[in-house]
């Protein structure tokens, strides 16, 4: 009977992931979209540059919301790869959360995501399902 309590812990996480991965998806089919459809048409072609703009006006207030913005990015990041293998969107979750980031290195990992067509594709069928105009990308 000692083993009781450790199968019963087990139970429990078990029941805490599953919640977690149903979680985690009916947010990602509520967030993602939404989020998609919000960004501008040109987002990958000027972002980089408008946030580089913005973090010249406001040091103090640039630190601040580059905190809020890598922590979300990091959420999303972390939830997209466990999306690869609970359900859920993992890639587009994975862009999403990599857009957010501001660390060296994400304009490499975002070139290297948004440059695939069966993510573009995804991409602007979900804009087109909003109603807006489909993403402009850069050439490679």
Request: proline share 6%.
């Amino acid at each position: 009977m000692k083993s009781l309590p450790f199968q019963m812990s087990y139970t429990t996480l078990f029941e805490g992931l599953g919640l977690l991965s149903a979680a985690t998806f009916l947010i990602s089919l509520l967030l993602i979209p939404f989020l998609i459809s919000r960004a501008s048409s040109d987002y990958f072609l000027t972002h980089a540059t408008i946030v580089e703009q913005r973090h010249k006006r406001h040091p103090a207030l640039a630190l601040l919301i580059k905190i809020i913005r890598n922590s979300l990015g990091c959420f999303l990041c972390l939830a997209g790869f466990m999306m690869l293998f609970l359900p859920g969107q993992g890639v587009l979750t994975i862009l999403i959360g990599a857009s957010l980031l501001d660390v060296p290195g994400r304009q490499k990992v975002l070139d290297a995501l948004i440059h695939r067509p069966a993510l573009q594709h995804a991409l602007n069928w979900i804009r087109q399902k909003t109603g807006h105009p489909p993403f402009n990308f850069p050439s490679k």
